[in-house]
């Protein structure tokens, strides 16, 4: 694709890529890990790896514990650019361009627990725990208004209340959950989902040239296969990337 120079210096005004990451226990589309030596790794970081390098850009990675706190980053300008769930929250603070997943988010129960689908789940006295400031605990605020809602920092912090059962249910994405699973003996995802939404390109308001250089570069992967490598590197191999947008 070809790049102008005023769509360069928006996207990358400091002259390096700078991106942001959402590190968790396990990886997700969104989410990345964080390996002995200290690097992430996951979907996002190919993905920016690959923009740079086409680019010709130096990337550095900016490292949150949830996706509100990667949200205010880009909205601020500190990061230039991420990828993350998109609702209208977001979308009134931060600019989206083309998805690369479509997410689906329910909920996780621990052993022995009698709730058995997500409808179950809005009930007075469940209490539902969820990753503050997210486009999940958002909707499940909206979805199961008689349950009660913990929003806790991180997925490490959520993790460590299901394996206590220190929750009824815990919401998350599902493909969040399919790598949680085998550290929870005995848990179960839900069948269904309460919400879907986008995982979008997401770059800070009011720069319109750098919105479409990452539109570009989203569908550039998509076309050359560039995201479903770092889908299948993740182990994501069932899982489809979103369909092209233009």
Known sequence: MTIARDELS????AGTLRGGVVVAPVKSVSFVTKGDDG?????????????????????TLAEFPNSGQLTDAVAEGRCDIAFMPRDAAREARVAFGPSVYLMASTYLVPAGSAIHGVDEVNRAGVRIVAIANTTTARSARRTAPLASIEEVASVDIMTAMAQRGDGDAFALSHDSFLGLLPRL??????P?????????VAVPPG???AL???SGLVEEAKASGLARRAFDAAGFTALAVAPREA
Do not use: K
Request: no cysteine; proline share 11%; glycine share 16%.
């Open 207 to 209: 720069r319109p040239r």
């Open 192 to 200: 269904g989902q309460f919400q879907q939404t986008g995982v979008g």
């Open 39 to 59: 690097a992430v790794h996951g979907v996002p970081v190919d993905l920016m790896r690959g923009f740079a390098a086409s680019l010709g850009v130096p990337l």
């Open 212 to 214: 479409a250089l990452a």
């Open 185 to 190: 003996p005995g848990a179960r995802i839900l």
């Open 10 to 13: 928006e996207f990358a005004p």
